[in-house]
């Protein structure tokens, strides 16, 4: 079973407006963590923000925030105010804290911001 | 940060060739992953290690095999290159504490195409 779902492949937004990507994860761990990560058209992984599982209040970097929702296992990415470079892949991750778990990423969303 | 390498940043090669991807990193961290990516597609774990002479196998199956004879170094081998193994292929090590919270650090990767 996927443990990491992105439903959206591509989204567009113009400059200076928010925007929401969507994941959903499933997990039957009460201890886990959720990572965002941007991947440019360069290639490279840059890590952008973090949320615990026992995390009461939603993380935020900046102009990335994440809105956790437990009970519905989902982990928004909320990108505020669009900047052009802000356009790459995106992907959701989780991972379980049971024993060796390693990363588990999403199929990714694909943000395109238009001048 | 973590700094971690990846060379060569491409590869084009002929079928049959042996060919070996080169991944460091100067933090000292025990525990470090490569992962295969397809374009436009998730990141898949091929293989990683917790430590010298530890390396296991990842989720998706893969023809390549990798060493981990010192701290700072995990190379990937490819034996016989096929035209399947055209990739883009990511090296990651991550912190030593913070359970399910770890972070990866990833390298810039390698994209390998295979004629």
């Known amino acids: 079973a996927q443990k990491i779902t992105q439903t959206q492949p591509g989204m567009f937004v113009q400059e200076k407006e928010a925007v929401t990507l969507d994941c959903t994860y499933d997990?039957?761990?009460?201890?886990?963590?959720l990572f965002w990560y941007k991947q440019p058209s360069s290639g490279e992984m840059i890590f952008l923000i973090y949320?615990?599982?026992?995390?009461?209040q939603n993380a935020t970097e900046g102009r990335y925030s994440l809105n956790f929702q437990k009970a519905r296992k989902s982990a928004n990415l909320v990108i505020s105010a669009s900047q052009l470079g802000d356009s790459a892949m995106y992907f959701c991750a989780m991972r379980e804290n049971s024993g060796y778990s390693t990363l588990t990423f999403g199929k990714g969303t694909m943000l395109l911001v238009s001048p | 940060e973590a700094d971690i390498y990846q060379t060569p940043r491409y590869l084009v090669i002929g079928t049959g060739k042996k060919i070996t991807l080169e991944c460091s990193q100067t933090?000292?961290?025990?525990?470090m992953y490569w992962y295969q990516q397809d374009p436009g597609m998730e990141l898949h774990l091929i293989h990683y290690?917790?430590?010298?002479?530890?390396?296991e196998k990842g989720d998706l199956s893969s023809e390549s095999t990798v060493s981990r004879i010192r701290t700072e170094h995990f190379p990937l081998t490819l034996e016989s290159a096929r035209p399947s193994h055209t990739s883009q292929y990511l090296c990651?090590?991550?912190?030593?504490?913070?359970?399910?919270?770890?972070?990866?650090?990833f390298g810039s990767g390698t994209q390998l195409s295979v004629l």
């Open positions: 949320q615990g599982s026992y995390d009461e």
């Open positions: 933090m000292g961290h025990d525990k």
């Open positions: 290690s917790y430590g010298v002479n530890s390396t």
């Open positions: 997990t039957s761990d009460q201890s886990y963590g």
């Open positions: 990651a090590s991550s912190e030593p504490t913070g359970g399910a919270g770890k972070k990866l650090f």
